[in-house]
């Protein structure tokens, strides 16, 4: 072999792989030498995309491969196991078909075959074998959801990765191939439905331009599996309509949606229906005529009924003329209406009672609304995780919510009401607030790129283990190099609870500046609606720190099933994180660690910082073996995450200790400029900042 030729293959053996821009996400095949042998029993556009993505990502000398449905005649004699599988369930195995071997992929339905086919894939990238796969899945969750927060304008509200992916103007006539990755992406995970604008809606996405330019990216998603829906604005019968209310008991209010179904699905024949964000924050709802959740949700739901469409209802609601805590304004409004809704409304509940933050206990409509269909909404975008530039793994969020048991019945988990199996509910719900944009990376950073996957996976399978999730994804993401895989999972599996750790330990929440949500704020106190003041959240005086939850306070905990209650009513029952969310401590209040209050808030945002510090060693050492363009952005942001990190800790333990008068413990670093300078710090132009 010539000396270059040697030099450059045994390059090509030890060193990191060709300059990546992570565009590819997780789907980094192979290249291929040979075209694999495919063979398709069925021609459709779902099962040309399938057979596509087989072809593309096939390493060599893997085919051939079979995709056929499970009721193909030359299956027959196989005694295939697949009744289980449903709709949108896949095998894949080795068989013997005519003398020859081959690897079937096979389901009860083209979306199975689509499903079989990234599964396989799957199994190649991390590392499994041709010769002995045999894969069989069927998704717990009927509806597996991204939400957009996109405006038409392009902004993405808590976006941090570049603009909207839609370019509203283009559409329909321009149809970007990224449209199609983006679809590709999405069914390898199992997602099959999108919502594309904002749920702070504008009526306008309901006008015949917009339903035309929809309808343009639901016939790109549709090979792939995937509905498109839209976010309602309540009062579009009166901003578009002409109609003086939106009063969904007015017989003209609902008339005019029926005929905006109509009309929405002669462009959009699987048009999935309406996601609506009613009288929260600002945005109209049926509560303005004093109607029900449940008689606007009804309403909707009964103008998309004929379609098979259904309504997603969010339950985030709180209002500023309402004097209780907050994070009981939801259940109170909610569970009174459980059953009052029709069979195609799910409604929709954030993960926890107040709004998306680094840790929040399970929110207690969970368990409390059996006659209702109840589909838990995760934000996979930070908007209280540092953005884009923070490396957070929310695998362990999700899979911490999901796990969580909701005291009610004997074994019944969040994930176990969510699928809807033990209530039987026709239709079952994941909604992720996307963290997708226009950056070449898609999310802002690779590792953001593992909080789509955890999210698109876990809302195939709930039971999934957050390690397993992100070995999987490591591997497909960095390549198949053990070294590689295990210092990757661990840098992202202690994240999540450093961003915990260095912006709100021991169960406090909220502490976030005013509008940005970007960095501390914890002194705020000034805003119009109390409730949207972190003083509101810690209550920190001379005497303690944390919100009374308990009797003696909001009583919040009674809204948990009584088993719950008993342990989040009592400080020394209540895991440490989540104290401060249900109780208010004296500082000096003593710990099952050993430390006071005061000591241990301390202690761990010192935790929080020593992680990053760790994970940007650790990813330091990992220089040689990942390609330079991913491995230098990585490092870039985890230097402003530690730098950032600091400044959570310094600016908040400097508040800390204007209210308490305390002391750091010894050996705690002093903040490195006193409290006046935090509080005076600007962020014009910050990124997903609604204007
Ligand atoms: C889309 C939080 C966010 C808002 C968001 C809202 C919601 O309040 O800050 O930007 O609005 O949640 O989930 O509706």
């Given at each position: 072999m010539p000396l270059l030729v040697a030099m450059i293959a045994s390059l090509a053996a030890t060193g990191p792989a060709a300059a990546e821009d992570g565009y590819q996400l997780w789907m980094r095949y192979p290249a291929s030498a040979s075209q694999p042998a495919i063979e398709v029993a069925r021609d459709t556009p779902m099962t040309r995309a399938a057979a596509a993505e087989v072809r593309r990502g096939l390493?060599?000398?893997a085919g051939p491969v079979l995709l056929a449905l499970a009721r193909d005649p030359r299956l027959q004699?196989?005694?295939?196991?697949?009744?289980?599988?449903?709709d949108e369930g896949y095998s894949v195995q080795r068989i013997t078909i005519d003398g020859r071997t081959v690897t079937l992929i096979t389901g009860n339905s083209d979306r199975g075959l689509l499903y079989g086919a990234f599964a396989l894939l799957r199994h190649l990238d991390t590392g499994g074998a041709i010769d002995t796969v045999a894969l069989t899945a069927a998704p717990a969750v009927t509806l597996r959801v991204l939400n957009h927060w996109d405006n038409?304008?392009?902004?993405?509200?808590?976006?941090?990765?570049?603009?909207?992916?839609?370019d509203w103007w283009s559409l329909p006539d321009v149809k970007d191939p990224r449209y199609t990755d983006y679809a590709r992406a999405n069914a390898s995970l199992g997602i099959?439905?999108?919502?594309?604008?904002?749920?702070?809606?504008?009526?306008?996405?309901?006008t015949a331009p917009y339903i035309a330019k929809a309808a343009a990216l639901a016939d790109v998603f549709r090979p792939y599996g995937i509905r498109v829906y839209l976010s309602a604005r309540f009062s579009a019968p009166i901003e578009?309509?002409?109609?003086?209310?939106?009063?969904?008991?007015?017989p003209a209010v609902a008339a005019w949606w029926k005929a905006k179904a109509d009309e929405i699905y002669r462009a959009i024949p699987d048009f999935g229906g309406f996601l609506v964000k009613a009288n929260s924050e600002g945005q109209p709802g049926p509560r303005d005529y004093g109607a029900s959740h449940a008689d606007g949700a009804n309403m909707l739901a009964a103008a998309v009924k004929p379609h098979h469409g259904i309504i997603m209802w969010r339950a985030f609601v709180y209002a500023e003329t309402d004097p209780d805590d907050r994070a009981k304004q939801a259940y109170t409004e909610f569970k009174p209406l459980d059953g009052k809704f029709a069979d195609n409304v799910i409604v929709q509940v954030k993960n926890g009672a107040i709004d998306f933050q680094p840790r929040e206990p399970f929110h207690p409509l969970f368990g409390a609304m059996p006659k209702t269909p109840l589909m838990i909404e995760f934000q996979i975008t930070k908007e209280y995780l540092g953005f884009a530039s923070h490396l957070a793994y929310l695998g362990p969020l999700f899979e911490e919510v999901l796990d969580a048991d909701t005291g009610v019945r004997r074994g019944e988990t969040v994930a176990s009401v969510v699928d809807g199996a033990d209530d039987r509910h026709g239709i079952s719900g994941m909604a992720g607030v996307a963290n997708i944009g226009d950056s070449r990376d898609w999310s802002g950073s690779t590792f953001n790129q593992a909080n789509w996957y955890a999210f698109g996976r876990l809302a195939w399978d709930p039971t999934l283990s957050s390690q397993t999730i992100a070995r999987e994804w490591a591997a497909q993401t960095f390549g198949q190099d053990p070294a590689v895989i295990d210092a990757v999972v661990a840098i992202m599996a202690g994240s999540r609870e450093a961003a915990v750790d260095y912006t709100g330990p021991l169960g406090l929440a909220h502490l976030m500046a005013t509008g940005h949500h970007y960095g501390p704020g914890p002194w705020v106190s000034e805003l119009a609606r109390p409730e949207w003041n972190p003083v509101y959240y810690h209550r920190a005086d001379r005497g303690g720190i944390g919100f009374d939850r308990t009797r003696t306070g909001s009583n919040a905990v009674a809204q948990y099933a009584p088993r719950v209650a008993k342990v989040y009513a009592d400080p020394a029952k209540t895991p440490l994180e989540e104290l401060l969310w249900f109780h208010h401590l004296p500082w000096d209040h003593q710990l099952s660690t050993g430390r006071t209050v005061w000591g241990e808030l301390v202690h761990r945002y010192d935790r929080g910082i020593a992680t990053v510090v760790d994970m940007r060693r650790q990813w330091e050492a990992l220089k040689p073996r990942i390609d330079a363009k991913r491995w230098e952005k990585a490092a870039s942001q985890l230097a402003v995450q530690e730098r950032e990190a600091r400044w959570w800790r310094d600016a908040s333990l400097a508040y800390w200790m204007s209210i308490n008068g305390l002391a750091l413990p010894g050996g705690s670093a002093p903040p490195a400029h006193d409290l006046a300078w935090y509080k005076a710090q600007t962020f014009p132009y910050p990124p997903g900042n609604p204007q």
């Open positions: 390493p060599t000398g004699g196989l005694r295939l196991a697949t009744a289980k599988l449903g038409l304008d392009g902004v993405v509200e808590r976006g941090y990765a570049g603009r909207s992916l839609w099959n439905g999108t919502v594309l604008n904002n749920v702070n809606a504008k009526a306008v996405s309901l578009l309509g002409g109609i003086k209310t939106a009063d969904p008991r007015d």
